[in-house]
């Protein structure tokens, strides 16, 4: 499941309130929380900062998926 989609999930809020409160339309929330696009650093950073959760709780960890070469 997508980060954003199960924090808001999470805050019982909806991706409409998340796109007012970015000032972003729903559907590019939508895109978002669909994994069809991602938001830029900065978005993410205001993305973080309406939920309240550190910026890395939007983000899937790499490092796991990197192999020992």
Do not use: F, H
């Amino acid at each position: 499941m997508n980060r954003i989609k199960k924090v808001l999930k999470e805050q019982g809020r909806t991706q409409t309130w998340l796109a007012e409160q970015i000032g972003k339309s729903y559907v590019i929330v939508t895109n978002y929380c669909n994994n069809n696009s991602q938001p830029s650093i900065q978005v993410l950073t205001e993305i973080s900062q309406v939920l309240d959760v550190d910026v890395r709780e939007l983000l899937v960890s790499t490092k796991d998926n990197l192999k020992n070469g």
